[in-house]
Nanobody, 121 residues
Framework: VQLQASGGGLVQAGGSLRLSCEVSGNVFSVNFMAWYRQAPGKERELIADITRTGITRYSDSVKGRVTISRDNPKNTMSLQMNSLKPEDTAIYYC????????????????WGQGTQVTVSS
């Protein structure tokens, strides 16, 4: 099982980016999915998550500027980011709680490799 994050890049303040995350491999169920970010010298921060049924939560730092969504049949997740600010500059990671095998007794958290977002002022 692998998570592949993509869509990062360099954008000017006020601009937009759309990040994507794809779960690959044979999985039984992808439960909650989430986006984290880590800026230089700071701890990794949860910024948005979404349940399998589409319930979303956002951190105060991004609320109103980002939208998280997912496509369950495709096991993908997106993060639409608008009105980007220089303080949004960070490496963005996707994570997912995945039940790989129906006979497993528990699910596990998997992480993507991260995608760099840089917002210039």
């Amino acid at each position: 099982v692998q998570l592949q994050a993509s869509g990062g890049g360099l954008v000017q303040a006020g601009g937009s980016l759309r990040l994507s995350c794809e779960v690959s491999g044979n999985v039984f169920s992808v439960n909650f999915m989430a986006w984290y970010r880590q800026a230089p010298g700071k701890e990794r921060e949860l910024i948005a998550d979404i349940t399998r049924t589409g319930i979303t939560r956002y951190s105060d730092s991004v609320k109103g500027r980002v939208t998280i969504s997912r496509d369950n049949p495709k096991n993908t997740m997106s993060l639409q980011m608008n009105s980007l600010k220089p303080e949004d500059t960070a490496i963005y990671y996707c994570a997912a709680d995945i039940w790989v095998n129906p006979v497993d007794t528990a699910s596990s958290i998997y992480w993507g490799q991260g995608t760099q977002v840089t917002v210039s002022s």
